[in-house]
């Protein structure tokens, strides 16, 4: 009595796997965005402890990395959708039937 498939006939059906593309790549990129913010409220905290504007320039470096993250992941997943929508269509046109010169 077998209770666990051959595999060989998992390997045959399952097919090549693929890459996981967002896997490893959420985690480093939240890491990224954590960390520049940090270096960027530090770097506020400095200028503020050496021009005497406590809270100022804190909350302005702060707001500004934030900003720029958020412009950096819009034009990161703006161009990853251009991307695939590019593989896609051509996809789809290498599944489109060919004409021939009978159907016409």
């Known amino acids: 009595m077998r209770l ?6 998992v390997r045959r059906l399952a097919g090549k796997p693929r890459p996981a593309e ?7 990129h939240g890491a990224e965005m954590a960390f520049g913010v940090l270096v960027f409220f ?7 402890y050496f021009v005497g504007t406590t809270p100022l320039f804190m909350i302005v470096m702060t707001i ?8 950096k992941m819009w034009f ?4 990853q959708m251009k991307r695939l929508e590019a593989e ?4 789809q046109r290498g599944r489109q ?7 016409s």
Do not use: H, W
């Open 22 to 28: 967002n896997s490893a790549g959420g985690i480093g």
């Open 4 to 9: 666990l498939p051959d595999p060989k006939i």
């Open 76 to 79: 990161g997943y703006d161009t």
């Open 42 to 48: 530090l770097i506020g905290f400095a200028i503020d």
């Open 97 to 103: 039937p060919q004409a021939t010169e009978s159907d």
């Open 64 to 71: 500004f990395s934030c900003v720029g993250n958020f412009v």
């Open 88 to 91: 896609r269509a051509e996809t």
